[in-house]
């Protein structure tokens, strides 16, 4: 794809799709001046709890994009299980292992938040940097060319922009347009219903708990929704695989009231009720020209695990920065080769994961997630834009690809240091790096056993990209590479700690 910056285009990318992936990608190209239109065809913003834990990893980028105060005060810790027989309370567990903040690591859990709530914070984030969502647009198809996309909207309207984002879900409308097929399976042939049910006061079910309940024909699941407002989500699951699931009000209420201790009466509401069959399966190719896929539109998972949005959100801040460097800053469009390079194997990875966790639960074994859910771990280390040249060393050290931790530095944090659509260039130990282009931040740590000591390029989506023992003709390279020129006259200083 020729890089350019052609302004008679309507705009610079079209993004279809404001689910959680397309509204963090336009936030991300709002920061950083990219024109994007956000179109949804839907006329307001996803209104069900669906995808409500957010992992660790997602919370560092939330907090990279400046919404993650409002995420937090507007979530909750995941509340302990309660299996119930009846009306009786057996044994309680947690679901989810706690883990204490760390340095590295500050945010430690995984947070409950509806979706719906995370995608209102997301969007006011957005309008507050002037960004907006074209409500009621929805993408019907469309074609590209050396030059750019022309996107055709339902109703015939057409608009031509430099590249088009699909985050349009896992029925993709651009995915089809390209004749990218999803390889995959179904995990499980059994349905499963997903609600809101809003349940009175002084009800069995306190807010304390998970609850849950196994009956003959499928378990339920009650879990209450930060928020106050008495909402809890619902899951169930049918033993019967051609089971008829009524998604009505009705027939959630009788639904409840067959498989637990709660009364037609004190189910309230049930603002949202969607039923599904768990798939899990990748796009063949996430990129089509100047065409790409992010989120459910690449990848479907089971909900075990908590994945699928927060996979959605790494892809949207991987494809980002990358676009913002080819689009404004001469970046050679190969960068752009690097997206599907590196997301691919993570969603697959990913897939796996929440395949198993679902078979593992649906047989009734070990429910408990650990450490491999909250996407901390998982990094770039293969990709062609990860440069190492240190020597090789074995166990956890710290290499180029892996996200780069948080610490103490200065009054602050590194991860203040990182905040924001730049580079930065983090000596420790060693000797100050030469000049740099303006757009990368500079510091210098004495020394972090985290970092060990070297010369760290970290990316805007903070992971390492380039390290090594001093700079020098690769770095220079690495910064052509990403569209930054390697001998610029200025540079921010970071105060030093
Ligand atoms: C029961 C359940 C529980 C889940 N739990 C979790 C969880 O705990 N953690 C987690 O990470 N994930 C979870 N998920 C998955 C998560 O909900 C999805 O992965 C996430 O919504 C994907 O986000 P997205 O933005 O890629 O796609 P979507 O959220 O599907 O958004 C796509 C958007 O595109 C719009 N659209 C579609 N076609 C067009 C078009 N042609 N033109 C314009 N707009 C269009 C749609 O209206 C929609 O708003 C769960 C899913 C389910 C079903």
């Known amino acids: 794809m020729p890089a350019d910056t052609n302004t008679d285009r309507d705009t610079d990318v079209v993004i279809a799709g404001a689910g959680p992936t397309g509204l963090v990608l336009a936030l991300d190209l709002a920061r950083r001046g990219v024109r994007a239109l956000l179109l949804e065809r839907a006329g307001g913003l996803f209104p069900g709890s669906r995808g409500k834990g957010l992992q660790p990893r997602s919370q560092e980028v939330l907090d990279d994009l400046g919404v993650l105060p409002e995420v937090l005060a507007a979530g909750a810790a995941y509340p302990r299980m309660l299996a119930w027989e009846g009306a009786e309370r057996r044994g309680a567990w947690d679901m989810i292992e706690h883990s204490e903040p760390t340095e590295q690591v500050p945010y430690a859990n995984t947070l409950l938040i509806p979706q719906s709530r995370t995608q209102e914070l997301l969007y006011a984030r957005l309008t507050e940097l002037g960004g907006a ?46 004749g990218i097929g999803m390889t995959g399976e179904t995990v499980d042939p059994r349905p499963m219903l997903v609600a809101d ?4 006061a002084g009800a069995v079910t306190d807010r304390a708990h998970w609850h849950v309940w196994r009956a003959r024909d499928g378990g339920v699941a009650l879990c209450p929704l930060p928020g106050g407002d008495g909402l809890f989500q619902l899951a169930a699951t049918f033993e019967d695989a051609a089971a008829t699931v ?3 009000p009705e027939g959630v209420r009788a639904l409840l009231t067959a498989r637990t201790p709660l009364t037609a009466d004190e189910i309230t509401d049930v603002p949202w009720a969607s039923d599904y069959r768990v798939r899990a399966a990748l796009a063949d190719r996430f990129r089509e020209g100047r065409v790409f896929l992010a989120g459910d539109a ?38 752009l080769d690097s997206y599907e390079a590196e997301r691919r194997p993570v969603a697959a990875e990913v897939l796996g994961l929440s395949t198993r966790l679902h078979r593992a639960t649906a047989d009734g074994e070990a429910t408990q997630r650990g450490k491999d859910v909250q996407q901390l771990g998982l990094g770039y280390r293969g990709s062609a834009l990860t440069v190492d040249t240190r020597p090789e060393t074995s166990g956890d050290a710290l290499r180029a690809g892996d996200r780069a931790p948080d610490g103490p530095y200065g009054g602050g944090r590194l991860f203040d240091l990182f905040r924001g659509p730049h580079f930065t260039l983090l000596t420790i130990g060693t000797t100050a790096p030469p000049p740099l282009p303006r757009s990368v931040r500079t510091a210098a740590l004495p020394s972090y056993a985290p970092y060990g000591p070297g010369v760290f390029l970290i990316r805007p989506d903070g992971y390492v990209g380039w390290a090594g023992t001093h700079a020098g003709p690769t770095l220079d390279a690495y910064l052509t590479a990403v569209g930054l020129t390697p001998a610029g006259p200025t540079r921010t200083e970071a105060t030093a700690a």
Do not use: M
């Open 246 to 248: 009524d998604t009505t």
């Open 133 to 178: 969502v074209r409500f009621g647009a929805e993408l019907a198809g469309l074609e590209q060319d050396e030059d750019g996309v022309t996107v055709e909207l339902t109703g015939g309207e057409t608009i031509r922009a430099a590249c088009l984002v699909g985050a349009d879900g896992g029925r993709s409308t651009v995915r089809r347009a390209l």
């Open 197 to 200: 049910v809003r349940i009175a």
């Open 298 to 335: 690449a990848h479907v998972h089971s909900p075990a695990g908590g994945q699928g949005l927060n996979t959605g959100v790494q892809d949207a801040y991987n494809l980002g920065w990358k676009l913002a460097q080819v689009l404004l800053h001469g970046a050679p469009a190969a960068l």
